[in-house]
């Protein structure tokens, strides 16, 4: 049964992760994840991208739709891509519309803290629920000129703890936390009463979060030191593949029982 109850403080550990399309969200959803993710991501691990900038509103709906086919009893939630929510807080609510109306998510998600809020008081106004995400946000790599944790000094944790506060105000149902210190991601899990989501953030947030292909080894390019892969599904792919070809180059396949 799909519920944003699953965001109380109550149900942690919330155990998420991201998906894409139909096969991720059913796996996840069989496995028994509490909720899960249409990242932008995808420009990145689906798409081979080095960053997430290049995706637009209408792969998002796509994904987000492929995603809903295979969630149909878990929450999904559908993150606004670079471009679509900071420009206006019109354009915010009109994409963030499209993602639930089109694609079928059940919320979004959008990057920002403090800046971001009156956008957010205006999303959730219009009865879209918005889950925030603060510390790391891919989408502002152009301005951070490299992946790195966020919250090592003063000035950023005040930044961040300031921002969760907000995000909160704003009606934010919850918020990612993503490369932020594991005392820094302990302390904003305290001072807010809706959950925090972890990703490379210790083990003090509400819940976590990791990328699907993480998870599973099914990514070449980065490998984040916070994700753990419980299977090797690159190598076990490389190996069916391999398998088929000799079969066929034999004239092995199709055999009698395929026929
Ligand atoms: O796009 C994404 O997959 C994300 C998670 C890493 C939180 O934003």
């Known amino acids: 049964m799909k519920t944003i109850n699953i965001f109380k403080k109550k149900h942690r550990p919330i155990v998420m992760t991201t998906a894409y ?3 991720s969200a059913k796996v996840s959803e069989l496995a028994g994840i509490d909720a899960l993710l249409v990242g932008d991501s995808l420009g990145m691990v689906i798409g081979g991208n080095d960053t997430t900038l290049k995706v637009t509103i209408e792969q998002m709906i796509l994904h987000t739709q492929y ?3 295979g ?3 878990t929450f999904l939630i559908s993150d606004m891509p670079f471009m679509t929510y ?3 807080p019109k354009e915010a609510v009109k994409n963030g519309g ?5 694609g079928g998510a059940d919320a979004v998600k959008l990057e920002g803290g403090n800046e971001i809020c009156r956008t957010i008081k205006k999303m959730v106004f219009a009865d879209i629920p918005v889950m925030g995400h603060i510390g790391l946000t891919p989408q502002a790599i152009l301005k951070f000129g490299r992946y790195k944790k966020i919250g090592k000094n003063e000035k950023e944790k005040k930044y961040l703890l300031d921002s969760a506060k907000k995000l ?3 009606g934010a149902f919850a918020i990612v936390l993503e490369s932020i210190p594991e005392q820094v ?4 899990t305290e001072s807010v009463s809706i959950p925090t989501i972890g ?6 947030t509400d819940g976590q979060i990791l990328v699907w292909n993480d998870i599973l080894g099914f990514y070449d390019k980065i490998k984040p030191r916070f994700a753990k892969r419980y299977k090797d599904l690159w190598n076990e792919a490389i190996d069916g593949l391999s398998k088929y070809k000799d079969e066929v180059k034999k004239r092995k396949f199709p055999s009698e029982k395929y026929l």
Do not use: M
């Open 168 to 170: 909160q105000d704003a």
């Open 67 to 69: 995603a809903a086919n």
């Open 86 to 88: 900071k420009t206006t």
């Open 21 to 23: 399309d139909y096969v």
């Open 71 to 73: 969630a149909k009893d």
């Open 185 to 188: 991601a302990k302390e904003i």
């Open 98 to 102: 499209l993602l639930i109306q089109k």
């Open 199 to 204: 990703i490379g953030a210790g083990k003090y």
